[in-house]
Every structure is written in C-alpha cells, then in structure tokens.
C-alpha cells in the first residue's frame, strides 16, 4: 500500500531512549517504525534532526487584547513556528457559559494552524452552577485566580468575537469560590488550575511598596512574597485532600513555592506542577525596564536554580509558556512598575530556550524535555495516547528539531500579536525547524506552510 507520508533518517526520542528510524505516517497517525521506504506521497527529509511528540503549551492566554478570531491565527502561527502542536487556552469570560462559551468556540473553530484545547476560568457562583456545560463542551479542566479580589481584583476578560474592545472586569475569587469550585471539579473528575497567590497579602504588599514610593521589578516581587504563594498553597491543598480533587499549580518560579508543594504531596494532596521558561531564565536581579513584569513575579538567581533542579529531579511535571499576546503601548502604558501591564509573550520561544538553555547545558536530557514538553501534559489532561507519545495510532503530532541550528530571537520572528519579546537579541543553539500536526506540515524553516483551520480542538477524555 502507499502511505500519505514517511518522515526518514531522524533521530527518534521515545521514553526507552533514542531510535534511528523512518516514521510513517498515514490518515493523520503514525503507523510505524521502520528501516524500510515503503510507498509513500510525500517525503520529509530528517537527516540530522530529532522527532519527539508535538510540544503542548498548556498555558496560554490569547483572545484578551484581540478577539479570538484574529488572536487564534496570529498565537497559532506563532505557536507553529516555536514547535507547539497543541496550545491550551486560559479562557476568561465573565458572564455565564450559557450565554458565551458557544460564539468564543464558533470562532475559535476555523483560525487555529494547530490544535487547541481549553481550561475554563471560574470567577462566580454562576460559573460553578455551569462547569458541567462546560464538560460537554470538551472543556474539561478549570482555572482558579487567588490572586484577584479585593483591591487586587482587576482582570480584563476574553473579548467577545470580532470586537476590538478591552474587557475590563473587577472579580473577587473568594475561598468559598475556590472551595465550590474545587468540590465541582471533583464531582466531574476534572484538575483544578490554580494561581495560587493570596490576594489580601498582595494587596497588602502593593499597598505598602507604593507608600515607600518603590519602583522596579525587585519591588513588585517583594511586594508579591513567594510567602504569598505558600499560604494560597496551603489553602487550595487542603480543599484539595477534602474532596479528592487533582490540584495542577501553574507558573510555580519560587523555592519557597516549590518546598511547600512537596510538603502537601506528603499530606496527601493530589498535585502536578508547571513552571514557565522565565523562572529559568530571568531574575529581578538582572532584568532591566518593566518588560518581564509578570504574575507571579520572576524572583532571583537562587529561584532558578532551585526551578532547574527541581525539573532535574523530576519534581516538576511541566512547562507551559504563561503566553500572554499583548503589545508594548500597552504593556509599558503607565509610568512605573505599578502601571505596566504584567505578562508577555512566550509561546514562540519555549522551545529553543529549552534546548539552549536545558539540553544544550546538561541540566535536562531529551527524555525529559519530551515529559515536560508532550507526555505529561497529555497524561494529566486526558490526551493520552492520542497527544504525548509517538506510539503507533496516535496522532502524527512531531516536532522536529535541529540541535545546532543558532538564530537570533527577535519579535517578528514568530508572526504573532506582540511586537516585543523579552529574549530580544538573545542567540540560541537548538530550534525546531519542521512543525507536524496530525501528519501535516504545518512550519518548516521559520515559515508557516499549513492552513489555516487544519488546527482542531482536541476531544479530551475524563480521568
């Protein structure tokens, strides 16, 4: 028989180790692994390259500064030239999911280059009474913010399709909302994603930094203690063990973080940890301007050592970007710490900071980063083993990437929304170079070359 397309000659990262193969690929799934060249329409040449499963941003904001419709084409695009196959959304709505989850999914539907999924944000009694619509929407993993209410409690909310105008909110993510939401989750057997930062201590921090009239990035990270981190921890953990909840923790960057998760995992919480590529790689210490400002704050050069030794000993589960397609006249609009807007882009970069910084150094190993990248995420989010691994009958989800290509990272590289990256000018060693979802090319070579609408929202399964 002939088969739709055969991938030759790549080094392949399985969880047994490295293998040199050809890959075949037929109807969107891989088929086999095979020294032979059997009948095949298309050819992808990948002599001197390694194959692992398509890279998973599990945290991704997109939607807020442009409407879904346009921000699924320009983050996707981004998305595919960085080597992500499959990005998971933080949707933000506001209003009851009856009434808006439906047209953010219409128009999400046709503007994705790659797969997406979604994680739900729940801010109101209303919302929880809904999660199960959400369930039945393919969502099937929810969002909790501890860090916005009370003077803190300033969100902007996804846009509604084909708008062009910021959604500007005030919530107040109480404990009982946290507790309610947690209790729901378990009742659908769905994680909980948790921001976990007290937002009373935090309003308290800010408060009292912009007394002592305090600017910078050290302020805004010791107006928001990783003190503050641990005590939502503690909270969230607990309401966690009551009702058998899985607890996934994003962006954790901080030591202080990191202890007291292993001190609830004792506890007998269910927990998974995310990290994001800035506590890898940027400190208040040596960051310059206002650019990396971000929620939680990146912390000091001990911080991510302890991040990096924790993903060398297998203490974090994942990686996800904390990706957020904003631009500069926003994000620098006031004229302090205090007034420019926190998050920034990263989707587009993950990977080759990864490879540069991780295996290129010796700190992780391609095994690993394959676990931190794809498998895990898949695990913990009910893709598994259609998404994650390269085995026979997944789908054909392969990044493809060159080790010892270097490139210069600059923000039109990557063809999304933000025109500003915080790794400006950085040169990096390791980068993927072909992008392969469900058997189509997608990105080869910094160039989108699949369509627009190839990319499908994933159908996940309940843990």
Same mark, same amino acid.
């Given at each position: 028989?002939?088969?739709d397309?055969?991938?030759?000659?790549?080094?392949?990262?399985?969880?047994?180790?490295?293998?040199?193969?050809?890959?075949?690929?037929?109807?969107?799934?891989?088929?086999?692994? %095979?020294?032979?060249?059997?009948?095949?329409?298309?050819?992808? /040449?990948?002599?001197?390259?390694?194959?692992?499963?398509?890279?998973?941003?599990?945290?991704?904001?997109?939607?807020?500064?442009?409407?879904?419709?346009?921000?699924?084409?320009?983050?996707?695009?981004?998305?595919?030239?960085?080597?992500?196959?499959?990005?998971?959304?933080?949707?933000?709505?506001?209003?009851?999911?009856?009434?808006?989850?439906?047209?953010?999914?219409?128009?999400?539907?046709?503007?994705? !280059?790659?797969? !997406?999924?979604?994680?739900?944000?729940?801010?109101?009694?209303?919302?929880?009474?809904?999660?199960?619509?959400?369930?039945?929407?393919?969502?099937?993993?929810?969002?909790?913010?501890?860090?916005?209410?009370?003077e803190?409690?300033?969100?902007?909310?996804?846009?509604?399709?084909?708008?062009?105008?910021?959604?500007?909110a005030?919530? /107040?993510?109480?404990?009982e909302?946290?507790e309610?939401?947690?209790?729901?989750?378990?009742?659908?057997?769905?994680?909980?994603?948790?921001?976990?930062?007290?937002?009373?201590?935090?309003?308290?921090?800010?408060?009292?930094?912009?007394?002592?009239?305090?600017?910078?990035?050290?302020?805004?990270?010791?107006? +928001?203690?990783?003190?503050?981190?641990?005590?939502?921890?503690?909270?969230?953990s607990?309401?966690?063990?009551?009702?058998?909840?899985?607890?996934?923790?994003?962006?954790?960057?901080?030591?202080?973080?990191?202890?007291?998760?292993?001190?609830?995992?004792?506890?007998?919480?269910?927990?998974?940890?995310?990290?994001?590529?800035?506590?890898? %790689?940027?400190?208040?210490?040596?960051?310059?301007?206002y650019?990396?400002?971000?929620?939680?704050?990146?912390?000091?050069?001990?911080?991510?050592?302890?991040?990096?030794?924790?993903?060398?000993?297998? +203490?974090?589960?994942?990686?996800?970007?904390?990706?957020?397609?904003?631009?500069?006249?926003?994000?620098?609009?006031?004229?302090?710490?205090?007034?420019?807007?926190?998050?920034?882009?990263?989707?587009?970069?993950?990977?080759?900071?990864?490879?540069?910084?991780?295996? /290129?150094?010796?700190?992780?190993?391609?095994?690993?980063?394959?676990?931190?990248?794809s498998?895990?995420?898949?695990?913990?989010?009910?893709? !598994?083993?259609?998404?994650?691994?390269?085995?026979? /009958?997944?789908?054909?989800?392969?990044?493809?990437?060159?080790?010892?290509?270097?490139?210069?990272?600059?923000?039109?590289?990557?063809?999304?929304?933000?025109?500003?990256?915080v790794?400006?000018? +950085?040169?990096?060693?390791?980068?993927?170079?072909?992008?392969?979802?469900?058997?189509?090319?997608?990105?080869?070579?910094?160039?989108?070359?699949?369509?627009?609408?190839?990319?499908?929202?994933?159908t996940?399964?309940?843990?």
């Amino acid at each position: 028989m002939t088969f739709d397309t055969i991938i030759t000659d790549s080094h392949i990262i399985l969880p047994s180790g490295l293998i040199d193969k050809n890959i075949v690929i037929d109807d969107g799934k891989i088929v086999k692994f %095979t020294n032979d060249m059997p009948a095949c329409d298309h050819k992808i /040449n990948g002599n001197g390259l390694v194959s692992i499963p398509g890279a998973i941003d599990t945290h991704v904001h997109y939607g807020v500064y442009s409407p879904i419709n346009q921000a699924a084409k320009t983050e996707s695009h981004a998305a595919a030239i960085g080597g992500i196959t499959t990005m998971m959304r933080m949707l933000r709505l506001g209003e009851k999911f009856s009434e808006s989850l439906q047209p953010q999914l219409d128009a999400a539907s046709q503007n994705h !280059y790659v797969d !997406y999924t979604i994680h739900a944000s729940i801010f109101t009694p209303e919302q929880i009474s809904e999660m199960n619509l959400c369930v039945k929407n393919k969502i099937t993993s929810f969002k909790i913010y501890m860090n916005l209410g009370g003077e803190v409690g300033h969100v902007y909310m996804d846009m509604p399709p084909n708008s062009s105008d910021l959604v500007s909110a005030k919530v /107040n993510v109480t404990n009982e909302i946290v507790e309610q939401t947690v209790k729901t989750a378990a009742s659908l057997k769905c994680p909980v994603l948790v921001h976990a930062e007290d937002y009373e201590s935090c309003g308290c921090g800010i408060k009292t930094a912009k007394e002592k009239k305090k600017d910078g990035l050290s302020a805004w990270s010791e107006s +928001r203690s990783p003190e503050y981190e641990v005590k939502a921890i503690k909270t969230v953990s607990k309401f966690g063990r009551d009702y058998d909840c899985v607890i996934y923790f994003v962006h954790i960057g901080s030591e202080l973080a990191l202890k007291q998760i292993e001190e609830e995992r004792k506890l007998g919480t269910k927990i998974f940890v995310e990290t994001c590529p800035h506590y890898l %790689t940027l400190s208040y210490e040596k960051q310059q301007g206002y650019l990396a400002k971000v929620m939680p704050p990146i912390r000091t050069e001990q911080d991510t050592k302890a991040v990096w030794q924790a993903l060398a000993g297998n +203490r974090i589960d994942t990686i996800g970007t904390d990706h957020v397609a904003n631009q500069l006249k926003l994000k620098l609009g006031g004229e302090d710490v205090w007034g420019a807007l926190a998050g920034f882009p990263g989707i587009g970069t993950v990977m080759p900071i990864l490879l540069n910084d991780g295996i /290129n150094q010796n700190k992780i190993s391609l095994e690993q980063l394959v676990k931190f990248t794809s498998y895990n995420a898949a695990r913990i989010f009910g893709m !598994y083993p259609q998404k994650g691994s390269l085995e026979p /009958n997944s789908d054909a989800d392969i990044t493809m990437i060159d080790l010892k290509k270097e490139k210069k990272v600059t923000s039109d590289l990557f063809g999304g929304f933000s025109d500003y990256i915080v790794y400006e000018g +950085r040169n990096l060693k390791g980068w993927p170079v072909k992008t392969i979802v469900r058997g189509k090319l997608v990105a080869e070579d910094f160039e989108v070359v699949g369509k627009l609408g190839h990319g499908k929202l994933v159908t996940r399964s309940i843990n």
